[in-house]
């Protein structure tokens, strides 16, 4: 399973749909997601990253994830900040193998 940050933007959108149509288990993570349609079989779990206790909110979607999709925005989530390094904290308890990280 592959999670994806950032899942209605204009990477992530294209992203799930690659994933989901290579046959990838998917669990897509915004902000909301409304007026978006994800493809059939992806997971949708609403979390903001911006909030200090977003990786206590996908903790449970890190759990069996092969990989984490991580979208962060620089004058938002700089690296280094509190809520980057929690999600990588998680992710890391959780398990997972990869980490790829797109910057603004």
């Known amino acids: 399973m592959i999670v994806v940050t950032g899942a209605t933007g204009n990477a992530g959108r294209p992203l799930v749909r ?20 994800l493809p059939p079989g992806v997971a949708a779990l609403r979390a903001d990253l911006t909030d200090p206790a977003a990786s206590e ?20 989530l700089p690296l280094g900040g509190g809520a980057v390094e929690g999600l990588l904290a998680a992710a890391r308890a ?7 990280l797109l910057s603004s």
């Open 18 to 37: 690659a994933l989901a149509a290579a046959g990838e288990q998917v669990t897509a993570v915004a902000r909301g997601f409304e007026g978006h349609r």
């Open 57 to 76: 909110a996908l903790a449970p979607a890190l759990e069996g994830a092969k990989a984490l999709f991580l979208l962060t925005a620089a004058s938002v």
């Open 94 to 100: 959780a398990g997972v193998g990869r980490v790829v």
